[in-house]
T-cell receptor, first 112, second 112 residues
């Protein structure tokens, strides 16, 4: 099993550009989530999904969109990048939300 | 424990010592708690979890203690090894909520 994979590992954007961060898992997990990690702060939940076709907002959803067309994939879209979105983004999955979460290796995003 | 600012609390120990990392959680209604380990440049990795109907849970070389009276969680690592050097943070979740709360973390440095 590959576990949770994320692409790209690094990305630099200009303000106003859009892009999609990819996340996939091969463990047949129902729950998937996106977090951002900023210096000096704990992980903050952006969006989550409890199954294919079902998504919902987390703690900091503004400026991001998600979709869950399959159990395996959970892409995160930045609509119009802003410097405040400079962060490290982690995707995670688990069988249920209250189970052990498996995290991907992260995407380090810089918005200029 | 936690502190304001960008710099994480740091715990320095000698190889072979026992380490204790503390976490004060925020929500008295939280009923599920997890400890994660995050090595530099990697995603968080599950260590151990505990539910609120327990006070103590043991894993391999790790023990988590939960004190609900003072909303305090601790992670004990026995016979600490250089490979244990990482940032450790706790997470809490309230039953019925899909949004966990993560602490900022403590940096553990193990000297050979």
């Amino acid at each position: 099993n590959a576990g949770v994979t994320q692409t790209p590992k690094f990305q630099v954007l200009k303000t106003g550009q859009s892009m999609t961060l990819q996340c996939a898992q091969d463990m047949n997990h129902e729950y998937m989530s996106w977090y951002r990690q900023d210096p000096g702060m704990g992980l903050r939940l952006i969006h989550y999904s409890v199954g294919a076709g079902i998504t919902d907002q987390g703690e900091v959803p503004n400026g991001y969109n998600v979709s869950r067309s399959t159990t395996e994939d959970f892409p995160l879209r930045l609509l119009s990048a802003a410097p405040s979105q400079t962060s490290v983004y982690f995707c995670a999955s688990s069988y249920r939300v209250w189970d052990e979460q498996f995290f991907g290796p992260g995407t380090r995003l810089t918005v200029l | 424990g936690e502190s304001v600012g960008l710099h994480l609390p740091t715990l320095s120990v000698q190889e072979g010592d026992n380490s204790i990392i503390n976490c004060a959680y925020s929500n008295s209604a939280s009923d599920y708690f997890i400890w994660y380990k995050q090595e530099s440049g990697k995603g968080p990795q599950f260590i151990i979890d505990i539910r609120s109907n327990m006070d103590k849970r043991q894993g391999q070389r790790v023990t988590v203690l939960l004190n609900k009276t003072v909303k305090h969680l601790s992670l004990q690592i026995a016979a600490t090894q250089p490979g244990d050097s990482a940032v450790y943070f706790c997470a809490e979740n309230k039953g019925g909520s899909y949004i966990p709360t993560f602490g900022r973390g403590t940096s553990l440095i193990v000297h050979p």
